[in-house]
């Protein structure tokens, strides 16, 4: 069995039960600040068609969306796509494409399903793409084949926009993992990558500091593919 069968047969329920249960403290109700913050720079030359890899419901989709960008999420639990669109208010289209459940309203597609099921061949290449909270949510034997993955949907010199954690992983057990600088390059070896930011939030994060941590490291990476 391979790593990713063996991870997607554990993790298909355990985040089926997440989401059912509501322990969802990774979603954000508002737009992500690091976003925010590279957006001119991030954006610039659009519109795009952006990727937003393992989305859930997050409003980064819709902020995206009506700065006149076409937005794809890939998002596995059916019942994170279903609230996305219901809370955004948002009268979603149902389609079938090679297998995949695809939810569309306006400039927003919603790709329900496995990630790495997800090809340039059915639903073409992008020219962004922003991963604040995939990578980080994958174990080491996974991330370099995600990685990959991406790379193979992204169109000759797209931008990612990477934001990743980097914390002692004595003190926790992932996801979300811990992901070091030269992990992020080495994934990413032969693109141009830029540190655009880095800060300590520990002090900012009680939740953090309360389960034992003493640094909490935010970076967010501009990588041209």
Request: aromatic share 10%; charged share 25%; proline share 4%.
């Amino acid at each position: 069995m391979s790593a990713w069968v063996g991870y997607h047969q554990r993790m298909t329920g355990r985040w089926h039960e997440s989401w059912r249960e509501g322990r969802i403290g990774f979603h954000q109700g508002e737009v992500n600040n690091d976003l925010v913050a590279n957006a001119e720079t991030f954006l610039a030359g659009g519109p795009h068609r952006i990727l937003v890899p393992l989305c859930g419901k997050t409003v980064d989709m819709v902020w995206l969306a009506e700065r006149g960008h076409e937005v794809v999420g890939i998002e596995l639990v059916p019942q994170a796509v279903d609230e996305f669109f219901a809370e955004q208010e948002l009268d979603g289209k149902e389609t079938k494409v090679d297998g995949l459940r695809v939810v569309t309203a306006g400039k927003i597609t919603v790709i329900n399903g496995d990630f790495f099921a997800v090809s340039s061949k059915h639903f073409g290449a992008f020219t962004r793409i922003w991963d604040r909270a995939a990578l980080v949510a994958l174990p080491d034997e996974i991330r370099p084949r995600y990685a990959a993955h991406l790379r193979s949907l992204a169109a000759p010199g797209a931008v990612l926009l990477q934001n990743v954690f980097e914390y002692d992983p004595s003190k926790m057990d992932g996801p979300p993992f811990s992901i070091s600088d030269e992990e992020v390059r080495r994934h990413y070896q032969g693109a141009n990558i830029e540190l655009v930011s880095e800060a300590d939030v520990i002090e900012k994060a009680p939740q953090f500091r309360d389960k034992g941590h003493d640094y909490w490291l935010m970076r967010s990476y501009r990588i041209t593919l």
